[in-house]
């Protein structure tokens, strides 16, 4: 069963009287860049101590990773304060201890009440969160179920989503690489139109999913998990006769894969993995007379246990005010 949070959590039970046997929670937090664990920690582990207290929480740092136990809630304020506190490092900005007491002061005023509120992923030194009560269903889909679909108009954040769970799900080590895939499939223009070889042709295609990274990584740090393949961003073509474990598998633009396309995509699902299909089924790309696979595969499997299917609507929409009132007009005429 996976935690309604999503996290590599293990509740123990502590307390001396029977029956009165008390929910602790303990929980990894991984350092991201150990050269700078000095800065991290403070000076003679000053930072560690301050976050120790605050929360009330048992607190080492081994193996690569600051490890705690204590209160679940108290938990995962002080794992939320050490996550900040790495953004900031990996800014290249300095970490006093009057930034580490402000950082715990927030954590410590952040109500995370449903899951969709409790991602680890950053954006600009913030931590992301859903903003709409669709896209707080659509994140509490992906911890909980191995494959989600999620349909809906374009701005609604199913791309963006999708990669802060994964990227979430990787910094808590629940899964061991995140491989990001989409279609090839030409917009009204020729690919081969385009310089270079292979890998330059599709590069265009795979850029909204790199840019999406890009926001919650720094560079650094996302060539050196490229080159460990841990993050792997690759075109729906290339997937074929692969088995991917302990992976978060996100198919973008699904509407324009092909049914037999997107049985192919999800029998790709292997051991402790999860699969998140996204795409936008008012419009495709494929060509006359292919059917859109991800329609295909929602009607199929929408009532297979362990399958989400979320859609989102134009109420959904947090890009630019002016992009909701786009979709609204072209949806309004072609309904004429």
Same mark, same amino acid.
């Given at each position: 069963?996976?935690?309604?949070?999503?996290?590599?959590?293990? +509740?123990?039970?502590?307390? +001396?009287?029977?029956?009165?046997?008390?929910?602790?929670?303990?929980?990894?937090?991984?350092?991201? &860049?150990?050269?700078?664990?000095?800065?991290?920690?403070?000076?003679?582990?000053?930072?560690?101590?301050?976050?120790?207290?605050?929360?009330?929480?048992?607190?080492?740092?081994?193996?690569?990773?600051?490890?705690?136990?204590?209160?679940? /809630?108290?938990?995962?304020?002080?794992?939320?304060?050490?996550?900040?506190?790495?953004?900031?490092?990996?800014?290249?900005?300095?970490?006093?201890?009057?930034?580490?007491?402000?950082?715990?002061?927030?954590?410590?005023?952040?109500?995370?009440?449903?899951?969709?509120?409790?991602?680890?992923?950053?954006?600009?030194?913030?931590?992301? =969160?859903?903003?709409?009560?669709?896209?707080?269903?659509?994140?509490?889909?992906?911890?909980?179920?191995?494959?989600?679909?999620?349909?809906?108009?374009?701005?609604?954040?199913?791309?963006?989503?999708?990669?802060?769970? +994964?990227?979430?799900?990787?910094?808590?080590?629940?899964?061991?690489?995140?491989?990001?895939?989409?279609?090839?499939?030409? +917009? #009204?223009?020729?690919?081969?139109?385009?310089?270079? *070889?292979?890998?330059?042709?599709?590069?265009?295609?795979?850029?909204?999913?790199?840019?999406?990274?890009?926001?919650?990584?720094?560079?650094?740090?996302?060539?050196?998990?490229?080159?460990?393949?841990?993050?792997?961003?690759?075109?729906?073509?290339?997937?074929?006769?692969?088995?991917?474990?302990?992976?978060?598998?996100?198919? &973008?633009?699904?509407?324009?894969?092909?049914?037999?396309?997107?049985?192919?995509?999800?029998?790709?699902?292997?051991?402790?993995? =999860?699969?998140?299909?996204? #795409? /936008? *089924?008012?419009?495709? /790309?494929?060509?006359?007379?292919?059917?859109?696979?991800?329609? &295909?595969?929602?009607?199929?499997?929408?009532?297979?246990?362990?399958?989400?299917?979320?859609?989102?609507?134009?109420?959904?929409?947090?890009?630019?005010?002016?992009?909701?009132?786009?979709?609204?007009?072209?949806?309004?005429? /072609?309904?004429?």
């Amino acid at each position: 069963m996976r935690s309604r949070l999503g996290r590599p959590e293990r +509740a123990i039970s502590v307390g +001396a009287k029977p029956g009165d046997r008390q929910q602790k929670l303990e929980l990894s937090v991984p350092i991201e &860049d150990t050269s700078k664990s000095v800065a991290l920690f403070g000076a003679t582990d000053t930072h560690l101590r301050l976050i120790r207290a605050a929360f009330d929480v048992r607190l080492t740092a081994r193996d690569g990773a600051i490890h705690l136990s204590g209160e679940p /809630d108290a938990v995962r304020k002080a794992a939320d304060t050490i996550l900040v506190m790495q953004q900031r490092l990996r800014t290249g900005r300095e970490l006093s201890g009057r930034d580490v007491e402000a950082v715990i002061a927030e954590a410590s005023r952040a109500a995370a009440t449903v899951a969709g509120d409790s991602l680890d992923a950053l954006a600009n030194g913030s931590r992301i =969160t859903p903003k709409t009560e669709g896209q707080k269903s659509y994140v509490e889909a992906m911890f909980q179920h191995t494959l989600t679909f999620c349909l809906g108009p374009a701005g609604t954040g199913k791309t963006y989503l999708a990669v802060a769970v +994964a990227v979430t799900m990787l910094k808590r080590r629940q899964i061991g690489r995140i491989v990001l895939v989409r279609p090839a499939v030409e +917009a #009204g223009e020729k690919l081969g139109y385009l310089p270079g *070889d292979i890998q330059a042709k599709v590069n265009p295609y795979l850029r909204p999913l790199l840019d999406a990274l890009n926001d919650m990584m720094g560079f650094d740090q996302i060539k050196r998990l490229m080159e460990n393949d841990i993050i792997e961003v690759i075109p729906l073509a290339f997937m074929r006769g692969r088995t991917l474990n302990r992976a978060v598998i996100i198919l &973008d633009e699904a509407q324009n894969a092909t049914v037999s396309q997107m049985l192919m995509f999800m029998t790709r699902l292997g051991a402790d993995s =999860t699969m998140i299909i996204a #795409g /936008d *089924d008012s419009q495709t /790309d494929l060509g006359p007379g292919q059917r859109s696979g991800v329609q &295909d595969a929602v009607k199929r499997l929408a009532r297979v246990k362990d399958v989400a299917v979320i859609r989102l609507e134009h109420s959904d929409i947090v890009r630019h005010p002016l992009v909701q009132r786009i979709v609204q007009a072209y949806d309004t005429r /072609d309904r004429s």
